[in-house]
Structures are given as C-alpha cells and as structure tokens.
C-alpha cells in the first residue's frame, strides 16, 4: 500500500509524467498497442458513464467504438499535476462525432470538453488504471448544436441521441458504484 502522503522522488514523479505523455500520445497515433503497454494489465473507468474496461479485450473495445465515433479524436494538455499514487492531467478532448458513440447516433457534431485524467500507479511504480472525469451534459450539447433543431426532419434524430445517452448510463458498474471508505 502507497502511502498517500509520500510524494516520490522528482526522478520517479518524470518517468511516470513520460510514460502518460506516451500513452497520450500513442492514443491520437491510435497505435493500440503501445498505448497498451504502458500497463501492465489495461483498465479504465470512465466515471460520467460509471463504466469499466478491463483487461485488454475490453479496452480494444473501448479504443474502437470511440474511435469509430470521433474519428479525428485529439487532445489539448492544459496541466499535469502529481500526487503519491497518480498523474493527474486536466485536458480538452476534441473531436467530431461521425460515428455512433454507444446508443447516440452521429450527429457531425465538433466538441471540445473539458476533462480529467487519474493515471493512478501502484507501489511499484506500474500503471493500474486511468480514471476519466467530465460532463457528459457539455459534451452532448456541443453534438447536438450541430443539428438544426428548428428542422423537424432533425428531431428524430434528437430523440434516438436523448435515448442513446439514457441507455449509456442505465447499468453502472458496481465496481464504481460500491466503494469502500476512504481511509
């Protein structure tokens, strides 16, 4: 067990801040499996959604269906900060929805969301998981302004987005849902 009030050593805080910029960077190359490698098993969460992606299988997934949704996906660093266990990286995600994105259809749509990453290690020093923070709300609302919602030919589309985004967030994961105490 990390203990929460140790920061490491400045030579340890640069390699975990490289091994995140890689990743970052290996995930607009979309070269997966670099991007896999900085863990030694892969997982996210992605807390908006309460989701979980676990393993490699499971991340290929998560890497495809985001990917068939934005396409063009790419990123803007605002900050990287550093706490005993994690890198935490404050970043606008961008992108355009030319794809489904779970239940939401595409909608052409271009967004640029405001977002927060916990690439949290272990006690030695490997990657265990990234935890994702941002509004859905903000980013659903950028997709939808690309419709012409005075059109009643786009209103159909409107209502499969509102479905699609209602379904996404109707199973929780209990692994994020059931979290024991912070001690």
Same mark, same amino acid.
């Given at each position: 067990?990390?203990?929460r009030?140790a920061?490491?050593a400045?030579?340890?805080? &640069?390699a &975990?801040e490289?091994? /995140? !910029?890689?990743?970052? =960077?290996?995930?607009? $190359?979309?070269? +997966? @499996? @670099?991007?896999?490698? #900085?863990?030694?098993?892969p ?10 992606h676990? *393993?490699?299988?499971? /991340?290929?997934g998560?890497y495809?269906? #985001?990917?068939?949704?934005?396409p ?12 005993? @266990? ?5 970043? +606008? !995600?961008l992108?355009?929805?030319l *794809?489904?994105?779970? *239940?939401?259809?595409?909608t *052409?749509?271009?967004? $640029? #969301? ?5 690439f949290?290690?272990?006690? =030695?020093?490997? %990657?265990?998981?990234? &935890? ?7 980013? %659903?609302?950028?997709?939808v302004?690309? !419709?012409?919602?005075? @059109? ?5 589309l409107? /209502? $499969?987005?509102? &479905? ?6 109707s199973?929780?994961?209990? $692994?994020?849902?059931?979290?024991p105490?912070?001690?």
């Amino acid at each position: 067990m990390t203990d929460r009030f140790a920061i490491p050593a400045p030579e340890v805080l &640069r390699a &975990r801040e490289q091994l /995140v !910029l890689d990743h970052f =960077h290996d995930e607009v $190359r979309q070269d +997966w @499996d @670099d991007v896999l490698a #900085t863990f030694p098993h892969p997982h996210y969460e992605i807390i908006p959604t309460l989701t979980v992606h676990d *393993g490699d299988a499971e /991340v290929r997934g998560y890497y495809h269906d #985001t990917r068939v949704a934005f396409p063009d996906q790419d990123h803007e660093i605002i900050a990287m900060r550093h706490s005993a @266990d994690a890198v935490i990286v404050e970043f +606008w !995600l961008l992108g355009t929805h030319l *794809g489904p994105l779970g *239940g939401i259809p595409a909608t *052409g749509g271009r967004h $640029r #969301t405001r977002m927060t990453a916990y690439f949290v290690f272990d006690e =030695h020093e490997r %990657l265990v998981a990234e &935890r994702i923070y941002f509004d859905t709300l903000s980013m %659903l609302k950028q997709l939808v302004a690309a !419709l012409n919602l005075r @059109d009643p030919r786009t209103w159909p589309l409107l /209502v $499969r987005a509102l &479905r699609g985004l209602l379904a996404m967030s109707s199973q929780p994961d209990p $692994r994020l849902v059931h979290t024991p105490a912070a001690a």
